[in-house]
């Protein structure tokens, strides 16, 4: 068993020097630093040459701290109950003090040690930053083009040794959101051809500049992909790029036939995402022809909140099935849509029965009529034919959260569960329903939070040891206790939430780790324990489907049961 909890590694370096050479590299592999705030002058210590793990850095992801120094608020604890912890104040001080730091930063560190580095803030890229990144860090694999305060593609053609020669480069994430912008990612692809992986989302939505002719039309490309592949035009003729790992984020695929299944060789893709495209259903058609689909997909993710109609859904069916007559493989099925009427059948997704590892299926918006839920039967098929499913997000039938005791349909429900031997992460999308809201009037938020969050904890226990309890009568799991981890409640992210239209709440996805309780006479007993979600991870690796959900909330203050 290995160590990956930052506490856990940072006590064995303080154990002996020994432990402390063999914990360091995993401690400083991946940092992540909060900036722009008054422990800036921390960073001080962490850069300086005498610290031993600053070789040992290989990603790092900058993000604004919540709380400038320039102006502090008093808040009520109602306040920061509604108040997101990355929320910051848009002021020039702290953007500027954020980009000094981060120059001090890169200054410091060793060179040709960091393999990704992600600027995760408001607040464009300074563009001498940037190429102080890219000078110092010859050994990036993944590199960001996003958003910064001036033209790039002027420097990159001022400086063309420093954006290109990345030799062990396999991933690039694009955010293009000017037109400056889609060259730099054009002579970036240009110059590295053994690129890997493609993140691509379309920006423009959150730039003054938004050109009429940003997507395909039937007349031909658009802004997007005759700039971003201006080195394979004509489309007709061109040798598409080859590509593991395609991520594509709000574009308009209706069009796509000619442009992007001509310029990427989808037969190749291992991982494929859509998030928020139109007119995905032509990719799903043309992927379903022998000459495009893939015959080596291993995750597929279908994010979406367009309204569509029951023929896109069955594209996706079709796309399903014939990866599964072509040979492909699928361990990751997630279909997350918020405007959809229905569900993907499960006859489609049991054809990948002998090797799904981890699904997830929600359509938040049809639960108002009852229809974003499997049916019981639906549900037992997917449990008694994918018996590999090691994590699993769906909607559930609602549940009385004030009750101590859980309702017969969605106990028979999970019960369909336990034919999944090795499930160790489970999701139940649908939040337990009250006779009052969560976040109640102001100045009774906070107990009115901890009360529910009470119950889920005592909810979440219940099920621990009803799936223990038939894992020892059947003979399955470690034997003594079923494979059963983590359970979560409700979708991971931030989530607004309107009792009434005076209060409006910010919920989380809630999740329970297995733990244990000792009383004073040293009995122990199970105890579902709350661990907040970027902590899951390092409690149990088998929970990335935590990390790939909708931001919902679904019927929490309800006074009837669906």
Not at 35 to 64: A, C, K, T, W, Y
Request: aromatic share 8%; net charge neutral; with cysteine.
């Amino acid at each position: 068993m290995s160590i990956t909890r930052p506490t856990d590694l940072k006590s064995l370096c303080l154990s002996c020097k020994d432990l402390r050479g063999v914990a360091t590299p995993a401690l400083y592999r991946k940092i992540h630093l909060f900036v722009g705030g008054d422990q800036d002058m921390h960073l001080l210590n962490f850069v300086n040459s005498s610290n031993p793990g600053l070789p040992f850095i290989r990603e790092i992801f900058i993000r604004l701290q919540k709380r400038s120094l320039v102006s502090k608020r008093s808040q009520s604890p109602e306040d920061d109950l509604s108040s997101s912890e990355d929320e910051v104040e848009a002021l020039p001080e702290i953007g500027r003090q954020a980009q000094f730091t981060l120059g001090v930063l890169l200054t410091h560190l060793p060179k040709d040690t960091l393999e990704m580095f992600s600027w995760q803030c408001w607040e464009p890229l300074n563009v001498q930053n940037m190429l102080l990144l890219c000078q110092k860090q010859r050994k990036l694999q993944c590199l960001e083009i996003g958003p910064v305060n001036k033209d790039l593609f002027p420097v990159m053609e001022k400086n063309p040794k420093v954006f290109s020669g990345f030799t062990e480069l396999k991933s690039i994430d694009m955010y293009p959101d000017t037109v400056d912008r889609l060259k730099a990612c054009n002579k970036l692809l240009q110059d590295h051809p053994q690129v890997q992986n493609l993140c691509i989302s379309n920006s423009f939505a959150y730039s003054t500049e938004s050109p009429d002719d940003l997507h395909d039309l039937s007349t031909g490309p658009g802004l997007i992909t005759r700039s971003l592949f201006r080195h394979l035009l004509p489309f007709e003729s061109c040798k598409p790029i080859e590509l593991k790992h395609l991520d594509l984020d709000s574009q308009d695929l209706r069009y796509s036939p000619d442009t992007w299944l001509r310029a990427i060789k989808f037969s190749t893709l291992t991982r494929l995402e859509f998030r928020n495209c139109q007119g995905v259903d032509a990719v799903f058609a043309q992927l379903s022809k022998p000459n495009h689909c893939p015959t080596q997909l291993k995750i597929l993710r279908w994010m979406d909140d367009h309204v569509y109609d029951v023929r896109v859904l069955e594209a996706f069916e079709g796309f399903v099935e014939r990866c599964a007559e072509f040979g492909s493989k699928l361990t990751t099925i997630d279909v997350l849509l918020s405007k959809m009427l229905q569900l993907p059948k499960a006859a489609s997704i049991c054809r990948h029965k002998e090797s799904l590892k981890s699904l997830s299926i929600s359509c938040t918006n049809s639960t108002v009529n009852g229809t974003g839920i499997y049916s019981e039967q639906d549900f037992n098929k997917i449990c008694t034919d994918c018996t590999k499913i090691s994590q699993l997000s769906v909607m559930f039938p609602g549940t009385s959260g004030e009750s101590p005791s859980l309702d017969l349909r969605f106990l028979g429900y999970y019960e369909n569960t336990f034919k999944l031997e090795q499930l160790v992460t489970l999701v139940i999308r649908r939040w337990p329903q009250v006779r009052e809201a969560p976040i109640g009037s102001r100045g009774k938020g906070a107990s009115a939070l901890t009360l529910y969050t009470h119950h889920l904890q005592r909810h979440a226990t219940n099920l621990f040891e009803i799936s223990d309890e038939d894992a020892k009568r059947s003979g399955y799991g470690l034997g003594y206790r079923s494979r059963l981890s983590v359970i979560a409640w409700g979708s991971n992210g931030e989530t607004k939430y309107h009792p009434d239209a005076g209060n409006s709440i910010k919920l989380k996805q809630i999740a329970f780790t297995r733990g244990e309780v000792v009383d004073v006479l040293r009995r122990q007993s199970l105890l579902a324990v709350q661990t907040p979600w970027r902590l899951v991870q390092f409690v149990e690796p088998e929970s990335e489907i935590l990390n790939h959900a909708l931001f919902d909330l679904d019927y929490i203050y309800s006074t009837s049961q669906q």
